[in-house]
């Protein structure tokens, strides 16, 4: 999907499992190998993407984003439910460039809105979505996707 110095973000895979496992683990989200490659080729056939940045071993960020249609909005919201970088490969723009391929998905699945979940007590998440465009409406940040005019 896309390359940048040395890193490169595409859509995970099941042979990607094993890699993803280290990287929730790292993150304090301990999931068996076996168990993320079902989960991962389940969200292939969905209505989503996931979406990992690679850079010269396993993973080193991790985005997994749906999108739905709903009767308050014209086009589909797209929602990042899972959105993680490895604590050693933090402060060097993964995120920022997982968030870009993850609004890149959604607009090209015709969604009008991005959302971000966050959980309580996730201020790092929450500040980082404030600062990447994000606007706290509660439960959820938003951002459009496409200007309004």
Same mark, same amino acid.
């Given at each position: 999907?896309?390359? /940048?110095?040395?890193?490169? +973000? ?13 990287? *929730? /683990? %790292?993150?304090?989200?301990?999931? %068996? ?5 079902? @989960? +991962?080729?389940? !969200?292939? &056939?969905?209505?989503?993407?996931? #979406? ?9 960020? *991790?985005?997994?984003? &749906? ?15 899972? $959105? ?5 490969? @933090? /402060?060097?723009? +993964?995120?920022? $460039? #997982? $968030? ?15 959302? !971000? +979940? ?6 790092? !998440? ?18 459009? !996707? /496409?200007?309004?005019?």
């Amino acid at each position: 999907m896309a390359s /940048r110095y040395g890193l490169e +973000i595409r859509a995970a895979t099941g042979g990607d499992a094993a890699g993803i496992a280290d990287l *929730l /683990r %790292a993150c304090g989200y301990p999931v %068996a190998p076996e168990a993320l490659a079902e @989960r +991962i080729e389940a !969200l292939r &056939h969905g209505p989503g993407a996931t #979406l990992v940045a690679v850079e010269w071993g396993p993973p080193s960020g *991790l985005v997994v984003l &749906h999108w739905y249609p709903s009767l308050a909005a014209n086009l589909p919201t797209a929602q990042v439910t899972t $959105l993680l970088v490895a604590p050693d490969a @933090r /402060r060097r723009g +993964i995120g920022r $460039l #997982l $968030l870009k391929a993850a609004a890149q998905a959604a607009r090209s699945a015709g969604c009008g809105d991005l959302q !971000l +979940i966050t959980g309580p007590g996730q201020t790092d !998440l929450q500040a980082f979505g404030a600062a990447t465009g994000f606007v706290d409406q509660g439960a959820v940040s938003v951002r459009p !996707l /496409r200007k309004k005019g």
